[in-house]
C-alpha cells in the first residue's frame, strides 16, 4: 500500500488550522505539517469577508505544507453546524436474496434520501445510517451485512448545507489553490476525534465549545442522529471581560487565558492582578474574585442553554455514556470540577476530552481546540461510521474484515432517483471498530438578563 497524504482545513471563529498527515503503508497515520493562523472574515463560523479568509487560510496552508515537505491540493475542509439543517428520513427495501448485501444497504440509504428530498436551495453533505431493522423485528441491528432477511429497513440522518453558504467556504479555499476533497459537519469531526467505541454504543453526545460557537452532536445506534449548535462561545467571555472591566480585547483575551480560574482557593480570591484600563494612564488592579464571577456568569449560561438543547432533542435519555465536552472553552483552570459540581447537565456524566493521539508532530494539536481538525484527518483516513453518503455522492464503508482475511466486495453504480446523481462507491480498508437553535443575540435574549444585572452592578465598583 503507497504512502498516501491528507490535507486537513478547519476554518473556525477564533482560529484557521490546516494540517498535512501521511497514511503509511501499514496504515499508520502520522502529522508531519501544521500552520494555525488568527481567523480573519470570519464571525460566529461564518464567512464575512472572503479576502480576509482567504489570507489567513493561504497562510495556514502554505506554513503545514512547507512543514510537511509534501504538495497536497486536495483537503477535506469542516462546516460549522450553523451552516446546516437535518432531517431524519426512512428507507425500506425488499431482499430478493434473503440475505442482506452491501448492494442492499446502498439501495435501501438511497430510498431514505429519495423519501426526503433535499431542498432545491441545499446540498447534501452526509447522509449517515443510524439504525438497520430487518424484517419485523424492532430490535435495532447493528450491522446487518450477511444477515438472512427479506426486507431491510434503515434509518438515516441527513445534513445538508445551503448552497449559497457551501459557495463561499469553496471560495476561500479555491483563492487558496486548493481542491475540496470532501466537506464534513465540524461536530462529527469533532465526536470521531474524542468519542471512544464503548460511549458510541451507550449512546453519547459531543458538545465542541469553540470560540464563536459550541457544536452539538449526539450520537446513537451506528451513527450521528442529531445535530445543533448554539451562537455562544469563548471568545464571549473575552468580551464579557472586556465589556465590564473597560479593557482592550487582547487584554481581555490574556487574562482569560492565563487567569481564567472557576475555582479559587481563599488565598487566590484575595489577590489581584493589574490591567491597562481605557482612558486611563495606569494600569488599575482588578480582584481575581471579580474575574471569576465573569467567567462564571458566561459558563453557567452557556452550560445552561446546552442543556436545554438536549432536553429539546428528546434524546437526553438516550445517552449512557453521558456527555463528552471538548473545544477551547473546556481549557480554562479547573472547568472539569466546577461542572461536576455544579450538576449542570442533571446526574449525566461529563468528560472532558482531548483530541486522539496520533504520531509524527501531534504535540502542536494535542490541547482540546484541535479536536475538529484531528477529526477530520481520522474521517479522511476511513474512521469514519460503517456506511455514509458524504458531499461527493459517495456510498463511503468499510471493507468487511473476517477471520480468513479482507473479503473482497464489488459493488455496482447506481443512480438515486432524486437529488443524489451518479452515486459512487469509494471503499476503505480498515478494521472494523471502531436541534438547531435560533441565532442567539447573547444581547437581547431573556436568558442574559441575569448577567446584564451582574454587569450593571459589578461596573459600579470600577
Known amino acids: 500500500m503507497a504512502k498516501t497524504h491528507i490535507l486537513a482545513i478547519d476554518i473556525g471563529s477564533h482560529k484557521i488550522c490546516a494540517a498535512v498527515a501521511e497514511i503509511g503503508s501499514n496504515g499508520a497515520l502520522s502529522v508531519l505539517g501544521v500552520g494555525v493562523k488568527e481567523s480573519q472574515g470570519v464571525k460566529k463560523g461564518m464567512i464575512n469577508n472572503i479576502d480576509h479568509a482567504s489570507l489567513a487560510a493561504h497562510s495556514a496552508i502554505n506554513e503545514a505544507i512547507r512543514m510537511a515537505g509534501v504538495e497536497v491540493k486536495k483537503a477535506i475542509i469542516s462546516i460549522p453546524s450553523n451552516y446546516t439543517i437535518s432531517m431524519d428520513s426512512k428507507g425500506i427495501v425488499n431482499l430478493p436474496h434473503g440475505e442482506i448485501r452491501l448492494t442492499d444497504i446502498q439501495r435501501a440509504m438511497q430510498t431514505a434520501i429519495h423519501n426526503n428530498p433535499v431542498p432545491q436551495d441545499h446540498q447534501l453533505i452526509h447522509a449517515l445510517p443510524y439504525r438497520f431493522i430487518i424484517d419485523d423485528m424492532q430490535v435495532a441491528i447493528e450491522d446487518p451485512i450477511n444477515m438472512s432477511a427479506h426486507r431491510l429497513e434503515c434509518l438515516v440522518y441527513m445534513v445538508t448545507a445551503k448552497k449559497s453558504h457551501l459557495e463561499n467556504l469553496k471560495k476561500v479555499i479555491k483563492n487558496c489553490?486548493?481542491?475540496i476533497s470532501d466537506i464534513v459537519?465540524?461536530?462529527?469531526?469533532s465526536s470521531i476525534a474524542t468519542i471512544s467505541d464503548d460511549e458510541r454504543k451507550g449512546g453519547v453526545a459531543c458538545i465542541d465549545i469553540g470560540g464563536g460557537l459550541c457544536d452539538i452532536m449526539i450520537h446513537n445506534g451506528q451513527s450521528m442522529c442529531y445535530s445543533d449548535y448554539l451562537n455562544v462561545g469563548s471568545n464571549n467571555i473575552t468580551l464579557d471581560l472586556a465589556q465590564v472591566f473597560n479593557l482592550p480585547l487582547g487584554v481581555s483575551e490574556e487574562i482569560k487565558t492565563k487567569y481564567g480560574n472557576l475555582i479559587l482557593t481563599q488565598e487566590d480570591q484575595e489577590k489581584g492582578l493589574s490591567a491597562p484600563i481605557k482612558g486611563m494612564a495606569e494600569k488599575q488592579p482588578i480582584p481575581m474574585e471579580s474575574i471569576l464571577s465573569v467567567l462564571k456568569a458566561?459558563?453557567?449560561e452557556t452550560l445552561e442553554l446546552l442543556n436545554d438543547i438536549l432536553e429539546k432533542s428528546a434524546l437526553k435519555n438516550l445517552l449512557t455514556s453521558g456527555i463528552v465536552l471538548t473545544g477551547g472553552m473546556?481549557?480554562?483552570?479547573?472547568?472539569?470540577?466546577?461542572?461536576?459540581q455544579s450538576g449542570c447537565f442533571y446526574g449525566l456524566s461529563i468528560r472532558i476530552a482531548q483530541p486522539k493521539q496520533l504520531s509524527g508532530i501531534f504535540e502542536k494539536l494535542q490541547g482540546p481546540e484541535y479536536a475538529t481538525i484531528i477529526g477530520l484527518i481520522l474521517h479522511n483516513a476511513g474512521r469514519f461510521t460503517n456506511y455514509e453518503v458524504g458531499i461527493n455522492n459517495e456510498v463511503k464503508f468499510k471493507k468487511l474484515q473476517t477471520h480468513q482475511g479482507i473479503e473482497e466486495v464489488t459493488l455496482k453504480q447506481e443512480k438515486v432517483v432524486n437529488n443524489v446523481q451518479n452515486l459512487q462507491i469509494k471503499e476503505q480498508i480498515v478494521p472494523k471498530e471502531m436541534y438547531r437553535t435560533d441565532d442567539l443575540d447573547?444581547?437581547?435574549k431573556e436568558s442574559t438578563s441575569l448577567f446584564k444585572r451582574f454587569y450593571k452592578w459589578l461596573t459600579q465598583l470600577f
Not at 459537519?185 to 469531526?189: F, K, W
Not at 473546556?330 to 461536576?340: P, T
Open 442 to 444: 447573547t444581547s437581547t
Open 185 to 189: 459537519v465540524s461536530s462529527y469531526a
Open 177 to 179: 489553490e486548493i481542491e
Open 298 to 300: 458566561r459558563v453557567d
Open 330 to 340: 473546556v481549557k480554562l483552570k479547573n472547568f472539569e470540577q466546577y461542572i461536576n
